[in-house]
């Protein structure tokens, strides 16, 4: 019986997933504190502090894959963002079947990502302990939140939440996918012109 292989950290889809499961995560943890401070979320500070998780989750999973912050990866960021909007306005658009769409993507990735977690958790493995143990922490988070937000009713019902974390979810996918094709692309671009040039 063939050995199971551990998924490649550095594939472009792996990637992608962790930024989705993290930065849902990383929301996941915000969401119900910036209710505590202020249950109709109307202060700019609430809303600072809860995008935070937009900001924090893309950045741990691109730490976590081994990738350098640097000013490529930066760019690449700023313009995942922009990107990240778009295709956030596309799924609102599409309402009932883009939420579907999300809602899919995300449990398969997150299901995904944690059966790998699991299995490189065990003793004969071990290949990237941190990630693997912030992605269980990451999916511990989200179901404790969702069920937390649920049972309390928050403000205007449990559907602002959901469709908040199924957002973080998208917005981290997209903002990881795009740094990592801008920061390819450099490296790509510098090793021609640097081969190009001897």
């Known amino acids: 019986m063939a050995p199971v292989r551990t998924l490649k950290v550095d594939a472009r889809a792996v990637l992608a997933g962790d930024g989705c499961l993290l930065t849902a995560g990383a929301s996941s943890l915000l969401y119900p504190v910036a209710l505590a401070l202020d249950p109709r979320l109307h202060s700019w500070g609430v809303w600072f502090f809860v995008l935070g998780g937009f900001v924090v989750g893309p950045l741990v999973a691109w730490i976590l894959h081994g ?45 995904w990502l944690d059966v790998d977690a699991a299995r490189d958790l065990s003793p004969a493995r071990r290949r990237h302990v941190r990630l693997d143990i912030a ?20 403000a205007g019902g449990e559907r602002p939440a959901v469709l908040f974390l199924l957002g973080a979810a998208v917005v981290g996918a997209v903002v990881v996918t795009v740094a990592d094709a801008v920061t390819r692309s450099s490296e790509r671009r510098s090793r021609v012109q640097l081969i190009s040039g001897a």
């Open 67 to 111: 990738r350098r912050v640097g000013l490529r990866a930066t760019l690449g960021a700023v313009a995942g963002y922009a990107a990240a909007g778009v295709t956030i306005g596309v799924l609102a658009v599409l309402t009932v079947v883009g939420a579907g769409v999300a809602v899919l993507a995300s449990v398969v990735a997150l299901v």
């Open 135 to 154: 992605r269980l922490v990451a999916t511990a988070t989200i179901v404790a939140s969702s069920v937390g937000l649920t049972a309390m009713g928050e």
